[in-house]
Nanobody, 120 residues
Framework: VQLQASGGGSVQAGGSLRLTCTIS????????VGWYRRPPRKQRELVAS???????NYLESVKGRFTAFIDADENSLNLQMNNLKPEDSAVYYC???????????????WGQGTQVTVSS
């Protein structure tokens, strides 16, 4: 299973970016997916997640500005980020909890980080 993230970049405050995480490989099912970020000199934090029952969870500070969604045709997880603020600057990582064929347990997979920089 591989996760490939893309879409980071540099924008001014108030701008928008869309992050995409393409999931490839062989697996039985995906239990949940999510986006995390690690701001400079801070701990990694969950930004948005989508569970198998389609329930969603967002970091309080991004509610109303960020939207996570799945593109089934592209087998990708996306994060639409609007009205970006300097405090959103971070390395963003996608994550998937995946059940592999023939395995009774799920495993966590991570995409490579993608840098988002928001200038004031």
């Amino acid at each position: 299973v591989q996760l490939q993230a893309s879409g980071g970049g540099s924008v001014q405050a108030g701008g928008s970016l869309r992050l995409t995480c393409t999931i490839s490989g062989t697996y039985r099912q995906i239990n949940s997916v999510g986006w995390y970020r690690r701001p400079p000199r801070k701990q990694r934090e969950l930004v948005a997640s989508i569970s198998g029952d389609s329930s969603m969870n967002y970091l309080e500070s991004v509610k109303g500005r960020f939207t996570a969604f799945i593109d089934a045709d592209e087998n990708s997880l996306n994060l639409q980020m609007n009205n970006l603020k300097p405090e959103d600057s971070a390395v963003y990582y996608c994550n998937a909890e995946v059940e592999l064929l023939g395995s009774p347990t799920s495993q966590n997979y991570w995409g490579q980080g993608t840098q988002v920089t928001v200038s004031s």
